[in-house]
């Protein structure tokens, strides 16, 4: 069993930041964290599920959605099993449920396509007010 837990979200005003936290447990993760790719997706009411942000195996390739990059940072921490989005300069439009997602990686890489990822969390409500 894996288990992929978010935390972080809430209700804030547009230009205010979020931490958003993802911590990775069960078999799995215990043994092989460091061997799995992570992402952030978001998906707000009617639009389809898209990556925010991907990290790669490492830590060492990261990638950020062109209407993120700049105000949020993905980062992970492979001792701790965690994984964070910094985010800043909230835009109403920002307002979405985020999931953590992992994959196993195979080479040291993001991965932005949904159908990639093994596990997800259950997600985390965030709302930007304006």
């Known amino acids: 069993q894996v288990q992929l837990v978010e935390s972080g979200g809430g209700l804030v005003q547009a230009g205010a930041s979020l931490r958003l936290s993802c911590a990775a447990s069960?078999?799995?993760?215990?043994?092989?964290?460091?061997?799995?790719?992570m992402g952030w997706f978001r998906q707000a009411p009617g639009k389809e599920r898209e990556c925010v942000a991907a990290v790669s195996s490492s830590g060492d390739k990261t990638y950020h959605a062109d209407s993120v990059k700049g105000r949020f940072t993905i980062s992970r921490d492979n001792a701790e099993k965690m994984v964070y989005l910094q985010m800043n300069s909230l835009k109403p439009e920002d307002t979405a449920v985020y999931y953590c997602?992992?994959?196993?990686?195979?080479?040291?890489?993001?991965?932005?396509?949904?159908?990639?990822?093994?596990?997800w969390g259950q997600g985390t409500q965030v709302t930007v007010s304006s």
């Open positions: 997602a992992a994959g196993r990686s195979y080479y040291d890489n993001y991965v932005r396509s949904t159908q990639d990822y093994d596990y």
């Open positions: 069960g078999r799995d993760f215990s043994t092989y964290f460091s061997s799995y790719f």
